[in-house]
């Protein structure tokens, strides 16, 4: 088996869901199905979602969970005990994926000290996956360079119908790199969408079920949220949805590369 493919596709993103509020909607997105859950060290739902999962009644082992260590903890020696306090945050004892959320602001730390370091946390069985985040295809093949070849299993990064990411995407599948979509719905900007909202409305779908399945149909992995227990639901279902080939086709073309999450110190973008 692929050790990517161990990595449940459809995911929910946790990003916003704090405190009580965060607790009910990570536990609402496993009660409806959702087996993948994704955290990061900056997004302080590292305790939610370990409350939401024990809540749930589900094994460990029944859901899929990913975090990501912050740009704050690569300095030498920092990156395994902050993942180890990840783990107490999340109260379990191994983590199925850790990312490296960006790599370093304006490549101030080289990515050997913090890639090093996370080969090492996995070494230590902290994480059974490692992987990367906002990582370009140069960086990827430093990485390769230095871990060897099939190290990464994942590089997430923001992708959706308006800014499709074709190149590093193509780059990433030719590695057997799984791609995880974030911004998967553009932060619902995506109502408006002339071609989603036709392919959904032959169908009954909205654009965002129809954004989703076309991410699924991809091949990559999604982890769309919402506070919103029916849009929760209705984010899930698109997992059922099979779109046509010419609906792919149809949907590749209005990819117009529009992205929103670009800040002065990140990669310069393929
Ligand atoms: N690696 C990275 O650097 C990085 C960066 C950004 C995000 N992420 C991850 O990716 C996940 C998803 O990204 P995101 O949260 O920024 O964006 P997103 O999932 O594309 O959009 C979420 C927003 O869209 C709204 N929404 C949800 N479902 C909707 C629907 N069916 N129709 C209309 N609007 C809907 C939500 O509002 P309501 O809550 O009101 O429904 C929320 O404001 C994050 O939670 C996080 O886990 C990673």
Redesign the pocket.
């Known amino acids: 088996m692929e050790k990517q493919d161990v990595i449940p596709r459809m995911?929910?993103?946790?990003?916003?869901?704090n405190g009580k509020e965060g607790i009910d909607?990570i536990l609402c997105a496993l009660e409806t199905g959702y087996r993948h859950l994704?955290?990061?060290q900056t997004?302080d739902?590292e305790f939610e979602v370990g409350e939401a999962l024990r809540r749930s009644g589900l094994k460990r082992d029944e859901v899929f969970l990913?975090t990501?260590i912050s740009t704050d903890n690569f300095g030498p020696g920092a990156l395994v005990p902050s993942l180890e306090k990840s783990l107490e945050a999340l109260r379990i004892d191994q983590v199925d994926l850790t990312?490296i959320?960006?790599p370093a602001p304006y490549g101030r730390i080289p990515l050997e000290v913090y890639m090093t370091q996370i080969a090492e946390a996995q070494a230590r069985g902290l994480t059974r996956l490692i992987g990367v985040?906002?990582f370009t295809i140069a960086l990827l093949e430093q990485t390769e360079a230095l871990l060897g070849k099939g190290k990464i299993a994942n590089n997430?990064?923001?992708l959706?119908p308006i800014l499709q990411n074709k190149k590093l995407a193509n780059y990433c599948q030719e590695k057997e790199i799984l791609v995880?979509?974030?911004?998967?719905?553009?932060?619902?900007?995506?109502?408006d969408e002339p071609v989603l909202r036709s392919i959904g409305e032959k169908h009954g779908e909205?654009?965002?079920?129809v954004a989703i399945a076309f991410e699924l149909a991809k091949g990559y992995c999604t982890?769309?949220?919402?506070?919103?227990p029916?849009?929760?639901r209705?984010?899930f279902k698109a997992s059922s949805i099979t779109l046509s080939p010419d609906e792919i086709a149809a949907i590749e073309t209005i990819d117009r590369d529009h992205r929103?999450?670009d800040p002065d110190w990140g990669p310069k973008w393929d």
């Open positions: 995911g929910f993103g946790t990003f916003g869901r909607a994704d955290t990061a997004y739902t990913t990501k990312l959320h960006w985040s906002n997430q990064f923001e959706n995880t979509c974030y911004l998967p719905i553009a932060r619902g900007m995506l109502s909205t654009p965002e079920q982890i769309p949220t919402s506070g919103r029916e849009r929760i209705s984010n929103v999450v």
